[in-house]
């Protein structure tokens, strides 16, 4: 039988006269794409021309909300009040719907960026908080989810659709949550070493941490980071792998039929 696998790559993160990131050749490798809503990145011209591209390309489109942080890239820690924090992902959602119109495409998934995406991972209130934006605007949209995390249970515990999110090029903890970009060697330069990690998410159903044990996971969906040097070749090398191995690369709905 067949394995069906998504991959999915963070978008539109420059911002007005700054392009950053490989967006153009990652949309040709990816099937699901996470578009930044002006928060930590991202303005309108970006996100309508992302969202023009991802309809050429056949890529479904997903919110990428992030703190209100530019200065930061969305990669500060914010404490805030969960109803505040709620009120922000509800608007990026509705920034996108917009600019998604003009492409003629639905917006399908939600993925919390850097910072925000990892307190959610560990904070229920946070977790809950995104997850009541997206049911109150739209809960068609699928929640993705650190696999194992606080976004998990949430997703669950408000009856929202839900896609596990494994990493292609990232190390992970004992705990499952992912290592610190700040220490050395937590982000995967060579293409063999994330694809291997992918085959074992997908195929066995486990990765190995940092600290050398065996972490159960179960993945729908594998993010490709686009802003490294090496993203491209990354991905690339995992996409051909997968296909290699047998698995069909699809968007988040089809993955989720």
């Known amino acids: 039988m067949t394995m069906k696998i998504n991959l999915n790559a963070d978008i539109a993160e420059g911002f007005g006269a700054y392009d950053i990131g490989n967006d153009a050749e990652l949309m040709g490798i990816i099937k699901s794409a996470s578009v930044a809503c002006g928060f930590h990145a991202g303005d309108p011209n970006t996100m309508h021309r992302l969202v023009s591209l991802a309809k050429k390309e056949g890529v479904s489109v997903g919110v990428h909300p992030g703190f209100n942080d530019l200065w930061g890239f969305g990669r500060r820690r914010i404490d805030m009040d969960p109803k505040d924090l709620e009120l922000m992902v509800a608007y990026q959602i509705g920034a996108l719907q917009a600019m998604a119109r003009y492409a003629g495409l639905t917006v399908t998934h939600l993925k919390p960026h850097g910072a925000l995406n990892n307190m959610a991972a560990v904070r229920e209130d946070y977790a809950l908080a995104i997850g009541r934006a997206i049911q109150t605007v739209d809960p068609e949209i699928v ?115």
């Open 143 to 257: 929640y993705v989810a650190l696999a194992g995390s606080q976004m998990e249970k949430a997703a669950r515990t408000l009856g929202l659709r839900l896609a596990r999110e494994g990493f292609a090029d990232r190390h992970y903890e004992d705990d499952g949550n992912l290592s610190p970009r700040s220490i050395p060697g937590t982000v995967y330069k060579d293409p063999e070493k994330a694809l291997a990690q992918c085959l074992s998410m997908v195929r066995d159903g486990y990765l190995i941490s940092r600290q050398g044990n065996r972490v159960a996971v179960e993945v729908e969906t594998i993010c490709l980071h686009g802003d490294e040097p090496t993203a491209v070749t990354v991905a690339r090398h995992v996409r051909h792998g997968l296909e290699a191995a047998g698995c069909r690369v699809v968007t988040i709905p089809e993955m989720l039929n």
